[in-house]
């Protein structure tokens, strides 16, 4: 916890001799942890409040206060860049703290360290300290009849606490959802990173693409800079009226910054990276696919020069450290024969970005689709972008309460794809093995079969535990 004496706290010295819990019990201590965090307010019933996330981080010392951070908010691509951005600023020799959402398999995953996530017990440690404290403030909401600290509020105070503990020099903090009102908009960021925005929660952040870049716009702080990526022209009017009124600095893709060029290789794809300062970086390897990934680069470098006073950076370094870049879950290969792949998206301008990279980079001949969507999600609209690029869909649910019923999600994806191209597997392991099935079934051989799970980043999650892929 922020401002401990470790003198006070015998675990603190090495010397003490405590044995180390196992992994058994580090693991059921996080089981544990995680299920008081979920016994809270979801993550996706937003309320429209910092106040109660600053109590909790005032009561700790203000640990957000600590560092520099590079804020990350906008549709699709957060997490991506947020890697990215994280990965050059350690290449750089400095201690990173990164908070992402959501997670693919394990809560610790949201919070890392130097790259690395918390370890289970290091997780349960982290709230054992905070969760005093949290109880306060859930004391004062539930005095004044409002809604207890959420389940992403609670987790953003353990992330801003675990940055000051360790300490880090600089965070590079995602927005959970929206900007404006999301948990994480307390800091002072220094950069204000948006990535491209479109229409997704719709029923929480407005129903137009400028009503919802006006959410985004919120992380946008007063004197800071605002590295933009490529926006809808209505999503870039509300930014950058947005960025005038806070005497913000703006940066904007294929202006100020921007990917020069783009070949696909082996593993990924070459780039050459235009900065800030006009430095070009050449012969980027970055191994991800899609040109939404050589975008997504190009917006952390130009975030990190922003940090840094808009110099250049060392373009070794630029090359060392998108060369051992990943985004897990996002066009991630998780087996071969046939090609197996898993994307995140979950909405239908990540399945454009999906579809796009698919034709780009891959030479599947016949792919077949798994596909789950969570209630409230354009179903329609992902399978209808799906469609042209898979032979077939077999349609099934994630674990998540939030899972569309697997009959409803068959009757929309017949409406797109016609009776005889769609299957239903409820069980996603049954789902992979039918799919699998189906994109052999008639290829030579199996050459040229491919499989790509997609839909939810539950699914996502799940579908890398059962092919081992978490591993």
């Known amino acids: 916890m922020s401002g401990a004496d470790p003198a006070a706290d015998p675990s603190a010295d090495p010397s003490a001799g405590a044995a180390r819990p196992s992994p058994e019990d580090a693991g059921a201590r996080l089981r544990a942890v995680h299920a008081e965090l979920l016994a809270r307010t979801p993550e996706s019933a937003v309320q429209p409040r910092l106040q109660p996330v600053r109590e ?26 947020a890697r990215f951005a994280e990965r050059l600023l350690r290449e750089l020799g400095l201690r990173t703290g990164r908070f992402t959402s959501p997670h693919l398999t394990r809560v610790p995953e949201r919070i890392s360290v130097d790259g690395e996530p918390l370890s289970d017990e290091a997780f349960a440690d982290l709230h054992e300290d905070v969760a005093p404290y949290l109880a306060m403030v859930d004391g004062r909401l539930r005095a004044a009849g409002q809604v207890p600290l959420t389940y992403f509020e609670a987790l953003a105070v353990m992330a801003f606490a675990a940055f000051a503990d360790a300490p880090v020099d600089v965070a590079v903090v995602e927005v959970g959802l929206g900007g404006r009102w999301d948990a994480t908009n307390v800091v002072d960021a220094a950069v204000a990173v948006i990535t491209p925005v479109s229409l997704d929660h719709t029923e929480l952040l407005g129903e137009t693409v400028a009503e919802i870049a006006a959410e985004k716009a919120g992380i946008i702080a007063r004197g800071a800079v605002a ?13 950058l009226r947005r960025a005038a009124e806070q005497g913000a ?80 879950g996002r066009l991630e290969v998780v087996r071969r024969s046939p090609t197996v792949l898993v994307d995140a998206a979950h909405n239908p301008a990540g399945a454009e970005a999906l579809v796009a990279a698919l034709e780009d980079s891959f030479d599947c001949t016949r792919l077949v689709g798994v596909v789950a969507v969570l209630e409230g999600k354009d179903a329609a609209g ?22 569309m019923d697997v009959d409803d999600l068959a009757e929309v994806a017949r409406d797109v794809f016609g009776e005889d191209r769609v299957h239903v597997a409820p069980r996603l392991d049954d789902a992979l093995q039918v799919a699998v099935d189906r994109a052999e079934s008639e290829a030579p051989g199996g050459l040229g079969a491919g499989v790509v799970v997609t839909g939810s980043v539950t699914l996502v999650g799940e579908a890398r535990v059962l092919l081992r892929a978490d591993r």
């Open 249 to 328: 600095t703006v940066a904007r893709e294929g202006l100020e910054f921007g990917v020069r060029s783009r070949e696909v290789a082996v593993g990924g794809q070459v780039l050459a990276l235009q900065g800030l300062a006009g430095t070009v970086y050449e012969d980027v390897l970055l191994p991800v696919f899609g040109a939404h990934q050589a975008s997504n680069a190009a917006v952390a470098v130009a975030a990190v020069e922003a940090l840094l006073g808009g110099q250049g950076l060392d373009p070794d370094v630029v090359r060392a450290a998108l060369a051992d870049a990943s985004s897990p």
């Open 227 to 239: 590295v933009l990526a490529r926006q809808p022209v209505e999503a870039a009017e509300v930014l």
């Open 56 to 81: 909790a981080l005032s009561l700790l010392g203000d640990p957000h206060l600590a560092h520099p951070v590079v804020h990350v908010a906008g549709t699709n691509g957060k997490t991506s860049t």
């Open 382 to 403: 992902i399978l209808d972008v799906l469609e042209p690029a898979l032979e077939e869909v077999v349609v099934t649910r994630s674990a998540s309460p939030r899972a």
